[in-house]
């Protein structure tokens, strides 16, 4: 069983930058494909971005391509999500998620989630 804690969130204005981190435990972190999804007020929970089990392959949704950046360091038993050029339209509470098949962005396919947290970008 792997637990998940996020870490990173916090209030910015739109253009700035933050760095999402999932803190995993209780598993082999390098055996879990890891995904990030976030979720606004009233709207359906959203794929983000997904990095295979060995942090070569990404996946990214359209609407965060060239502005975001997943990444995992196994040996920390980490995954990141770079954010630049934040929009308002980013705001959301923003979730880490692990599934242990290969890369996916379906989220019911993922079998543990974190308790997320929350991103606020200003206009």
């Known amino acids: 069983q792997v637990q998940l804690v996020e870490s990173g969130g916090g209030l910015v204005q739109a253009g700035g930058s933050l760095r999402l981190s999932c803190a995993a435990s209780?598993?082999?972190?390098?055996?879990?494909?890891m995904g990030w999804f976030r979720q606004a007020p009233g709207k359906e929970r959203e794929f983000v971005a997904a990095v295979s089990k060995s942090g070569v392959t990404t996946y990214y949704a359209d609407s965060v391509k060239g502005r975001f950046t997943i990444s995992r360091d196994n040996a920390k038993n980490t995954m990141y999500l770079q954010m630049n050029s934040l929009k308002p339209e980013d705001t959301a509470n923003y979730y880490c998620?692990?599934?242990?098949?290969?890369?996916?962005?379906?989220?019911?396919?993922?079998?543990?989630w974190g308790q997320g947290t929350q991103v606020t970008v200003s206009s």
């Open positions: 998620a692990a599934r242990r098949g290969s890369l996916r962005s379906a989220k019911v396919t993922y079998d543990y």
């Open positions: 209780g598993g082999t972190f390098s055996t879990y494909t």
